[in-house]
């Protein structure tokens, strides 16, 4: 097969192997591909060229994920989304270098290599965590797939596998006193504002990050409202703001003056460090409390969470239903964002938004 000038030869030995031969600078290289088979040689050949700007475009595995990062074409995402992306995509190109040596670029992941790594991987982790890969590889490859010169998406034909998800569930009414006095506990044996922290998660159905950086800014005591853009939606276009009517237990907690900055001071700095030092605690209050916080589900190597923080937005959403709230509303207050909710967002009166809170008992005697 003829080969463009500039784009180095290969040569078949009496021994058959192929030999890489390139002309640059005035000079030659040679080098044994150690190989007989034609199109493992001309991927080592192109590796080779690569470094002296000569053979054809290609996008290294190892570069694909600095290409997509620079790409305009990309969404826009926030870091924790990248982060996530970016070590789905790095544990694809080692199994690369681990299985397949020779294929170094991006043009060289055939449908059988996605095959086989799909079909190791969906042995050891869930099935929504599978699909996740599956959409971030795909995304990865249709971005970057213009600057490699791929006709052909290798994750197209990919299969989703049934949800087999094991979601958080809500805690019962005797679970959620155990864990007031177990926080309240840890709150006088360490210091940091875990009682507050629990309590505002029940009352709210804030996530754990919005607990823990609430800000005093985002509170109005005197119209007992809590009005802020939840963090996970902050980026997007549909990111609005939730309004939550502050339950009289909260507002209990929440007490005793108007500081500024943090609500929770303690707790924003040891989340600001890292999130998992707070879900460290906070698994031991569970845990303290005689709430299980994972189990083992048949077939996964991992225990599968299942009673967190997040247990307690669960709970706000389940006490809310069972009082006969209408669920538009509950939508309004945790911030889900179909095009069904964001209809009702702005139509929902301070009286039915305060009638949700209502109805989460009160817990503190």
């Known amino acids: 097969m003829a080969r463009k000038k500039g784009t180095g030869n ?13 002309g640059f600078g005035g000079g030659r290289f040679s080098r044994s591909t150690g190989t007989a088979d034609r199109a493992c040689a001309e991927r080592i050949l192109e ?18 994920w600095r290409q997509y990062l620079r790409s305009p074409n990309r969404n ?57 890969r599956i959409c971030a590889l795909r995304e990865i490859h249709r971005v970057v797939s213009e600057a490699a010169g791929i006709a052909e998406n290798p994750w197209a034909k990919a ?23 177990c926080a309240r506990a840890a709150e006088a044996e360490g210091g940091g504002e875990w009682l507050r922290l629990v309590l505002t998660g029940l009352y709210t159905g804030l996530r754990l990050g919005d607990c823990c950086r609430l800000d005093w800014g985002e509170i109005d005591l005197g119209k007992g409202i809590i009005q802020l853009v939840p963090r ?24 005793g003056g108007r500081p500024k900055g943090p609500v929770m001071p303690q707790i924003a700095e040891l989340y600001a460090t890292g999130r998992w030092r707070v879900s460290v605690q906070l698994g ?23 009673a967190t923080f997040h247990s307690l937005r669960h709970t706000f959403v389940s006490f809310a239903a069972n009082a006969g709230v209408p669920l538009h509303v509950v939508q ?18 301070i009286d039915a938004l305060r009638c949700a809170v209502d109805a989460i008992p009160a817990l503190r005697a």
């Open 10 to 22: 290969l040569q078949l030995e009496k021994n058959g192997i192929w030999t890489v031969r390139i």
């Open 47 to 64: 590796r080779c060229l690569r470094p002296l700007g000569l053979g054809a475009k290609k996008v290294p595995l190892s570069g694909a």
């Open 76 to 132: 826009e995402l926030s870091p924790a989304t990248l982060e996530l992306k970016r070590n789905t995509w790095m544990h694809f190109a080692r199994w690369m270098e681990k299985r397949y040596f020779a294929v170094d670029d991006l043009a060289g992941v055939s449908e059988g290599m996605v095959s086989e790594y799909l079909s190791e991987m969906r042995e050891n982790i869930a099935a929504a965590t599978y699909n996740c």
């Open 159 to 181: 299969k989703m596998r049934p949800d087999d998800s094991h979601g958080r569930r809500a805690l019962s009414l005797d679970e959620l006193r155990r864990l007031v006095v």
């Open 232 to 255: 996970k939606t902050r980026r997007h276009s549909h990111g609005r703001p939730v309004t939550i009517p502050v339950h009289p237990e909260l507002a209990v907690a929440l007490s």
């Open 284 to 306: 031991r209050i569970f845990r303290k409390a005689g709430i299980a916080t994972s189990v083992r589900i048949c077939g996964r190597r991992r225990l599968t969470p299942e």
């Open 332 to 349: 309004s207050i945790v911030g889900h964002s179909s095009p069904a909710m964001t209809r009702h967002y702005y139509h929902e009166s």
